[in-house]
């Protein structure tokens, strides 16, 4: 009786050879795992995000707070003509809300892979489980966060009466591949950050001088140089096309955005690929 029960059980092999050199077995693996972490990734979310605004006063403001201090903060400085944005095909208070608040949806998901894999240390030494649910938790997060952001853009909408559309709907389209482009770049120094704190604390001061050559609160620049650095910011088509598809129904320049889509999607797979062959190294480092 007992003996049939542990037949049943799945038999995990564990050696010093390189998953890589069986790529089919290592793909069905990354999958299976993938499919067998939902459950404990919606635990995992659930937990972090009522301990992140359980030990808050302001508790869900907070989402709020960033992108609309920011966005007034430039609405004053253009109001009184202390910087020059130009011209926007909308009101610019509604341009640059719309501008930070898709710009913090991106560093929220920017961060959520460092933070979970850093808040789950302990767990990831003690007990062997399929690590694609701390990723899925960090998503989850991002994507919490990204639904509390939308009501900031909802008020924008009903306050400067903006028409709504196929392109309104397709933006939300957009917006998520913003959300995989910070999932991607938060994944991809994810295995150094959780080594070294000096990645989390200079991430504040890289992000920092990204939004400045990231067309949020002016419109993309046509003059050279600064037209070159919105060329080679693969965030800017992904936040400008979202940004043009919500308010204006079209997506001005598809092809930056379906370039850098492509490109994220497969470089996306291969920071998942590092993860999980950095999990049992990064796993060994922090037991010793």
Same mark, same amino acid.
């Given at each position: 009786?007992? +003996?049939?029960?542990?037949?049943?059980?799945?038999?995990?092999?564990?050696?010093? @050879?390189?998953?890589?050199?069986?790529?089919?077995?290592?793909?069905?693996?990354?999958?299976?795992?993938?499919?067998? +972490?939902?459950?404990?990734?919606?635990?995992?979310?659930?937990?972090?995000?009522?301990?992140?605004?359980?030990?808050?006063?302001?508790?869900?403001?907070?989402?709020? !707070?960033?992108?609309?201090?920011?966005?007034?903060?430039?609405?004053?400085?253009?109001?009184? %003509?202390?910087?020059?944005?130009?011209?926007?095909?909308?009101?610019?208070?509604?341009?640059?809300?719309?501008?930070?608040?898709?710009?913090?949806?991106?560093?929220?998901?920017?961060?959520?892979?460092?933070?979970?894999?850093?808040?789950?240390?302990?767990?990831? $030494? %003690?007990?062997?489980?399929?690590?694609?649910?701390?990723?899925?938790?960090?998503?989850?997060?991002?994507?919490?966060?990204?639904?509390?952001?939308?009501?900031?853009?909802?008020?924008?909408?009903?306050?400067?009466?903006?028409?709504?559309?196929?392109?309104?709907?397709?933006?939300?389209?957009?917006?998520?591949?913003?959300? !995989?482009?910070?999932?991607?770049?938060?994944?991809?120094?994810?295995?150094?950050?959780?080594?070294?704190?000096?990645?989390?604390?200079?991430?504040?001061?890289?992000?920092?001088?990204?939004?400045?050559?990231?067309?949020?609160?002016?419109?993309?620049?046509?003059?050279?140089?600064?037209?070159?650095?919105?060329?080679?910011?693969?965030?800017?088509?992904?936040?400008?096309?979202?940004?043009?598809? $919500?308010?204006?129904?079209?997506? @001005?320049?598809?092809?930056?955005?379906?370039?850098?889509?492509?490109?994220?999607?497969?470089?996306?797979?291969?920071?998942?690929?590092?993860?999980?062959?950095?999990?049992?190294?990064?796993?060994?480092?922090?037991?010793?």
């Amino acid at each position: 009786m007992v +003996s049939s029960k542990f037949d049943s059980l799945k038999e995990v092999v564990y050696t010093p @050879e390189s998953q890589l050199r069986h790529p089919r077995q290592f793909v069905q693996s990354m999958w299976q795992d993938l499919l067998a +972490s939902r459950e404990l990734a919606w635990r995992l979310m659930v937990r972090d995000i009522s301990a992140q605004y359980r030990q808050s006063f302001l508790g869900v403001f907070w989402a709020f !707070l960033p992108p609309l201090a920011t966005a007034l903060v430039f609405v004053i400085l253009n109001s009184r %003509k202390v910087i020059n944005i130009g011209e926007t095909d909308i009101p610019y208070p509604a341009f640059v809300m719309f501008g930070t608040v898709l710009w913090q949806i991106f560093v929220d998901s920017l961060n959520a892979p460092l933070k979970s894999v850093t808040a789950s240390k302990s767990m990831l $030494a %003690k007990i062997n489980f399929p690590k694609e649910a701390i990723i899925l938790s960090g998503m989850g997060q991002a994507l919490f966060n990204l639904v509390i952001k939308l009501l900031i853009l909802i008020v924008v909408f009903l306050i400067y009466k903006l028409p709504l559309g196929w392109g309104t709907a397709l933006s939300l389209l957009a917006i998520l591949d913003l959300v !995989l482009l910070g999932m991607m770049f938060g994944l991809l120094i994810t295995p150094i950050g959780v080594l070294y704190s000096d990645i989390a604390m200079g991430l504040t001061v890289v992000t920092g001088l990204w939004f400045f050559v990231t067309p949020v609160v002016y419109p993309p620049p046509t003059t050279f140089p600064f037209s070159l650095l919105a060329i080679l910011n693969p965030v800017s088509p992904i936040l400008v096309g979202a940004r043009d598809l $919500a308010t204006q129904g079209v997506l @001005e320049n598809p092809i930056p955005f379906f370039v850098v889509t492509s490109i994220m999607l497969v470089v996306l797979v291969l920071t998942w690929v590092v993860y999980r062959l950095a999990v049992p190294i990064l796993v060994e480092k922090m037991s010793a």
